[in-house]
Nanobody
Framework: QVHLVESGGGLVQPGGSLKLACQAS?????????LAWFRQAPGKEREKVSC????????YPADSVKGRFTISRDNAKNTMYLQMDNLTPEDTAIYYC?????????????????WGQGTQVTVAS
């Protein structure tokens, strides 16, 4: 059984930065599955924040985070990251990492293969 474990959430002031990490328990999963970050705010649907292609590292950030969030991966550590800069209160949510056999454009929340447990990000003064 494969697992994804997120870390790095917390409380940050508006304009601040956080870096989330997602470590996979299986190198097979990390090497063969597409990885993505989702988030879910209270009362809202889970939305895809960013995705990174397994084949060539192409990234697919959501319009709401373009220019502020950067997704990356370290294959040697089986770890994916989300660098979040210039955070706003609207970024407050539980952030989940996800692994799916589909390529980035085809990944949707209702059909993700593997989820992490989530990490809370709160942006407030």
């Amino acid at each position: 059984q494969v697992h994804l474990v997120e870390s790095g959430g917390g409380l940050v002031q508006p304009g601040g930065s956080l870096k989330l990490a997602c470590q996979a328990s299986s190198s097979f999963l990390f090497e063969h599955y597409t990885l993505a970050w989702f988030r879910q705010a209270p009362g809202k649907e889970r939305e895809k924040v960013s995705c990174i292609s397994t084949s060539d590292g192409t990234t697919y950030p959501a319009d709401s985070v373009k220019g502020r969030f950067t997704i990356s991966r370290d294959n040697a550590k089986n770890t994916m990251y989300l660098q979040m800069d210039n955070l706003t209160p609207e970024d407050t949510a539980i952030y989940y990492c996800a692994a799916d056999i589909r390529p980035c454009p085809g990944i949707v929340a209702k059909a993700v293969d593997v989820w992490g447990q989530g990490t809370q990000v709160t942006v407030a003064s």
